[in-house]
């Protein structure tokens, strides 16, 4: 278990106290205890806390739902995690538009506390790896660029260069190996049906036992990988 740094947002000071008292028997770390949306503010920037616990009705001008939609508009935003005795449909309405890592009612259970900050920043730091996965960084010869993997249809390995075909109808061609170009990619997203194809299988628009279709292209699927590719494909729906 890691020792993640955790800002507490509650203006029930038992409740903070016994909370504060939880995570420090559990060897987390408590960046402070915040009793306004002004101190939580103040507090986020000045500690950088890997998650924040927030009371979804903190009382004030402020509550704890517009302070997490002030967590979500940050260049790094951080999970957070709602805590609430009640909640009406208003509110989960409006706490739902802010996506919480977790949600927990109170009288505060330490057991479920533990269990739900584990399970968000578990989350948290998988999200992270797979925005590491977004772009593929390539060369055509002259230049190096970046290329969206939402951008990409599908690479095809010819000789000594790798077409890489994009959904705008632009193919770029570079001397990378098929192999590396495989290592940057997301493996949620892309399969490889052939050794000299890989394919984003989100852009899939027809498929058979033999091959799939991407656009007006046919991609042959070898008898190696037909049964990985065919369940990976049905799993997408």
Avoid at 114 to 133: L, R
Wanted: glycine share 4%; proline share 4%.
């Amino acid at each position: 278990m890691q020792s993640y740094n955790i800002l507490i947002v509650e203006d029930e000071i038992l409740v903070a106290e016994l909370i504060q008292r939880y995570l420090l028997k559990k060897g987390y770390k408590v960046a402070g205890v915040a009793t306004t949306y002004e101190e939580a503010e103040h507090l986020y920037a000045q500690t950088n806390p890997d998650l924040v616990l927030i009371n979804m009705h903190l009382s004030g001008s402020w509550n704890g739902i517009e302070f997490a939609s002030f967590l979500k508009e940050q260049q790094h935003p951080v999970p957070f995690i709602f805590m609430a005795s009640q909640l009406d449909s208003d509110s989960l309405n409006l706490a739902k538009k802010t996506f919480p890592a977790a949600y927990l009612a109170k009288p505060i259970n330490k057991e479920n506390l533990y269990a739900n900050i584990e399970i968000a920043m578990y989350k948290h730091v998988s999200s992270a790896k797979e925005e590491k996965g977004s772009s593929i960084s390539v060369s055509d010869g002259k230049h190096h660029m970046e290329i969206s993997c939402k951008d990409i249809l599908f690479l095809k390995a010819d000789h000594i260069y790798v077409e890489i075909q994009l959904k705008s109808g632009r193919s770029i061609y570079t001397r990378t190996p098929l192999s590396k170009l495989i290592e940057q990619l997301p493996t949620r997203c892309f399969a490889q049906t052939h050794r000299s194809y890989v394919i984003n299988l989100c852009q899939v628009t027809e498929w058979n036992p033999m091959n799939l279709h991407i656009q007006d292209q046919i991609i042959p699927i070898s008898r190696s990988r037909k049964r990985q590719i065919q369940a990976r494909l049905k799993a997408m729906g």
